[in-house]
C-alpha cells in the first residue's frame, strides 16, 4: 500500500504513467466511469479549500466511487483535540483512500504512518502540494508538448507557496530546464530548496526582483498568491500582497507563446483582462487537476482498467 505525501515519491516512469492515464481518461470517459465503484474517499481538509477537495470529490464520483469528510478543523474531532494519528486510524474504519489538507507541515506524513489506507497529502503548511504538481504537469505537457525543454518563471511568494516548491522537484526528473525566481527578497525561494533540488541536479537558475526585465525570456509565467495565511504579522502582509499584478500591459513585452500558470485562487496578482488572452493557462489547470486526480486514485488504489 503506497501513499503520496512527496513528488518525489513518484519515480519519472510513473508520473510519466500517471499524465498517460490522465489523458486516456479525457479521451474515454466512460471507461473509467465505474472504476471505483463501492469505494470510499475522505476528504479531511484541516485548511480551506475549493479546488483541491472539490476536485477529489469530482474526480472519485466520476470513477463511480463515493465521498465523505469534512472541510473544516472546527467541524471535526480536531476541534476537541484529537490527533491526527487517531483521526487517521479512525478514518481507515470507514473509507479505502484519504485526501488530506493541514496547516501543519508533516500532518499528511504522520496520518500515513498510522493509517491502514492510503493518505494523499493535499497540501501541508508552506511545505508540499504534490497533487497541485500533478495538474502542472498535465497542463505543461498539453501547453508546450512537452516536460523538457524551457524556461519557466515562479513569480510571488515562493517562500510559502507550497505549489512552488513541489513543482521545483517535479521538474528537477526533466531535461534542459532553466528555472527565473521572481519574488521579494522577503519571499525567496528557502535555501534548502535551491540547495537540495536545483543546485544538487544542476538547474540552471537565477533570482531577480523584477518581472518587467526577465518576462521576455519566458515560455511558462507561474505566478503566485502571496500566502496571507502563513505570515506572522499582517503589515508585512500589506506591504507585500501586491509586489506583483499582471497587467496586459506587461504581457507586450512577453512571447507569444507563453503560457501563463497559476495554482489558483488569485488574488490581484493576475488582471481579470488577462483570462481570454490565450496564453492563460490556469482555469486549465483546474480541469486537468481533476483527471490527474482521478489517474491517482486508482493507483494508489490499485484499480486497473483495461
Ligand atoms: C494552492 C494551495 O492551496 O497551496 N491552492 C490550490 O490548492 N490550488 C495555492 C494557494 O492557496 O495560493
Known amino acids: 500500500m503506497r501513499s503520496l505525501i512527496d513528488i518525489l515519491e513518484l519515480t519519472t516512469k510513473e508520473l510519466d504513467e500517471l499524465i498517460a492515464v490522465a489523458e486516456d481518461i479525457i479521451e474515454n470517459p466512460s471507461k473509467y466511469s465505474e472504476s471505483c465503484k463501492g469505494k470510499k474517499l475522505a476528504t479531511l481538509f484541516f485548511e480551506p479549500s475549493t479546488r483541491t477537495r472539490l476536485s477529489f470529490e469530482a474526480a472519485m464520483y466520476e470513477l463511480g466511487g463515493n465521498v465523505l469528510g469534512f472541510s473544516e478543523a472546527n467541524s471535526s474531532s480536531a476541534a476537541k483535540g484529537e490527533s491526527v494519528a487517531d483521526t487517521a486510524k479512525t478514518i481507515s474504519c470507514y473509507a479505502d483512500i484519504i485526501a488530506m489538507r493541514h496547516p501543519k507541515e508533516g500532518a499528511p506524513l504522520v496520518a500515513s504512518m498510522n493509517a ?7 497540501g501541508d503548511g508552506g511545505h508540499n502540494h504534490p497533487t497541485q504538481t500533478l495538474a502542472d504537469l498535465l497542463t505543461i505537457k498539453r501547453e508546450k508538448g512537452s516536460l523538457s525543454n524551457y524556461t519557466i518563471g515562479f513569480c510571488g511568494d515562493l517562500k510559502f507557496g507550497r505549489t512552488v516548491h513541489s513543482l521545483i522537484a517535479a521538474l528537477s526528473r526533466y531535461e534542459n530546464i532553466k528555472v527565473v525566481l521572481i519574488s521579494p527578497e522577503e519571499l525567496k525561494l528557502p535555501d534548502y530548496i535551491k540547495k537540495d533540488i536545483l ?12 518581472l518587467d526585465k526577465v518576462i521576455g525570456e519566458l515560455d511558462i509565467l507561474y505566478m503566485t498568491r502571496v500566502q496571507r495565511e502563513r505570515f506572522f504579522n499582517e503589515a508585512d502582509y500589506i506591504r507585500l500582497k501586491d509586489s506583483y499584478i499582471l497587467t496586459p500591459k506587461k504581457m507586450e513585452n512577453a512571447k507569444p507563446t507563453l503560457s501563463v500558470m497559476h495554482p489558483l485562487p488569485r488574488v490581484n496578482e493576475i488582471s481579470v483582462a488577462i483570462d481570454n488572452d490565450p496564453r492563460a493557462a490556469y482555469f486549465k489547470q483546474v480541469l486537468n487537476g481533476k483527471y490527474m486526480r482521478m489517474a491517482l486514485i486508482l493507483k494508489l488504489l490499485e484499480v486497473e482498467v483495461k
Not at 491502514?116 to 493535499?122: K, R, T
Not at 541536479?201 to 523584477?210: A, K, L, Q, S, Y
Open 116 to 122: 491502514s489506507i492510503p493518505v494523499i497529502n493535499a
Open 199 to 210: 543546485v544538487k541536479n544542476g538547474i540552471e537558475f537565477v533570482e531577480t526582483t523584477d
